[in-house]
């Protein structure tokens, strides 16, 4: 999680040292879409795939589910998710999405947002079928993803899409078409039951506003300006996401282990 080095830093972490903490492509309001459809209740055992700050996991633990373990690659994203959350039956541990470590068959929910487009598609396929293992037969993936639209969407213009994103990002995001996004649950073995979609206005005005509030916002912006390297970047991305805006989006998929 190195965010010293502006011009290097991904930019997921340039935003968050600027203090943005709603770092989800679709926003606030498609995360509690996620929480809703999950319906977690006290008997459940969640896992989170990457909990980054740990916006997602407050509004999941606020429901008081039986366990939750947050899995992330970054030790020092789980450093800091410890000083963070803690409680009984809460425990973030260092590991790949892909090789959790976790038993198989154990857990009610697994969840990961604005992870699995930063990988390479064999990744996101172990990825997904991680989360199958781990779940009990009936249980619960939901993703929330950088999404492309539409389904038939160019190649072409996929390639260029993923070409812009990882120059301005740092990071070699492939989002996906919405039927590409099913098809890759469904290969695993998932049914899909709910998919709900969103602009991809993360830069946006009125989606900052919304999503960190006026007094928060106007914090970010004076970081920005105090951060000529960061305002740089952070512009960059603005100008890629509104450039590709007409053909990206944000989506949430939840579906079920059969």
Same mark, same amino acid.
Request: aromatic share 8%; net charge neutral; with cysteine.
């Given at each position: 999680m190195d965010t010293t080095d502006f011009r290097k830093a991904q930019g997921h972490w340039i935003l968050a040292r600027m203090g943005k903490k709603v770092l989800r492509p679709g926003g606030k309001e498609l995360t509690m879409k996620l929480v809703h459809a $999950?319906?977690?209740? %006290?008997?459940?055992?969640?896992?989170?795939?990457? %909990?980054? $700050?740990?916006y997602t996991a407050a509004l999941t633990l606020a429901e008081k %589910?039986?366990?939750?373990?947050?899995?992330?690659?970054?030790?020092?994203?789980?450093?800091?998710?410890e000083r963070k959350i803690s409680g009984? #039956?809460?425990?973030?541990i260092q590991a790949n999405?892909?090789?959790t470590g976790l038993p198989s068959g154990t857990k009610d929910k697994v969840y990961g947002e604005a992870m699995l487009t930063m990988q390479a598609d064999h990744r996101k396929a172990e990825i997904v079928k991680e989360a199958y293992r781990i779940l009990k037969p009936g249980g619960l993936y939901a993703i929330?993803?950088?999404?492309?639209?539409?389904?038939?969407?160019?190649?072409?213009?996929?390639?260029?899409?993923q070409k812009d994103l990882a120059l301005s990002i740092h990071v070699n995001a492939r989002p996906?078409?919405?039927?590409?996004?099913q098809h890759i649950l469904e290969r695993e073995g998932f049914k899909v039951r709910k998919i709900a979609t969103n602009a991809?206005?993360?830069?946006?005005?009125?989606?900052? $506003? #919304?999503?960190?509030?006026?007094?928060?916002?106007?914090?970010?912006?004076? #970081?920005?300006?105090?951060? %000529?390297q960061a305002a740089k970047?952070?512009? #960059?991305?603005?100008?890629?996401?509104?450039?590709?805006?007409?053909h990206m989006n944000a989506i949430v998929i939840v579906a079920e282990k059969i």
């Open positions: $999950l319906q977690v209740t %006290p008997q459940d055992d969640i896992v989170e795939f990457a %909990p980054g $700050l740990g %589910p039986a366990s939750y373990v947050g899995v992330d690659a970054d030790k020092d994203a789980v450093k800091l998710l009984k #039956n809460i425990h973030f999405a892909a090789h929330h993803e950088l999404g492309l639209f539409p389904n038939e969407l160019d190649e072409t213009q996929k390639a260029t899409i996906m078409t919405a039927s590409e996004w991809m206005h993360l830069l946006q005005i009125k989606r900052m $506003l #919304n999503d960190e509030g006026f007094f928060r916002f106007l914090k970010i912006c004076g #970081n920005i300006l105090t951060h %000529p970047r952070i512009l #960059n991305m603005r100008s890629v996401f509104k450039k590709h805006e007409r």
